[in-house]
Nanobody
């Protein structure tokens, strides 16, 4: 099966920066899409951004120009560099992986355990 492990997160002041990392592992899978979602207290989980295996990125309007997603394709890792952080960015951030079984091409979604990001004003 697939394992998704996140690291990073923490407390930062408004205007600061933070970097999240996520590693996916699992034999017989291709990690075609990797990215990040977040969920603030009392709100639904929302897209932050994703990056495909073809290096196409997609971002939520609320983070465009401030957040950058990058991937290390050799190590099946995805990173979220967050800059100019705002208090409204406070949330639990979840790594998202869309994995394709290379034997049967079936696709599955996997999630990390979540990591808290708190931005103080």
């Amino acid at each position: 099966q697939v394992q998704v492990v996140e690291s990073g997160g923490g407390l930062v002041q408004a205007g600061g920066s933070l970097r999240l990392s996520c590693a996916a592992s699992g034999s017989m899978f291709s990690f075609d899409v990797m990215g990040w979602y977040r969920q603030a207290l009392g709100k639904q989980r929302e897209l932050v951004g994703t990056a495909t295996s073809g290096a196409i990125t997609n971002y939520a309007d609320s983070v465009k120009g401030r957040f950058t997603i990058s991937r290390d394709y050799a190590k099946n890792k995805v990173f979220l560099q967050m800059s100019s952080l705002k208090p409204e960015d406070t949330a639990v951030y979840y790594c998202y992986v869309n994995a394709r079984n290379i034997n049967n091409n079936l696709r599955f979604n996997y999630w990390g355990q979540g990591t808290q990001v708190t931005v103080s004003s």
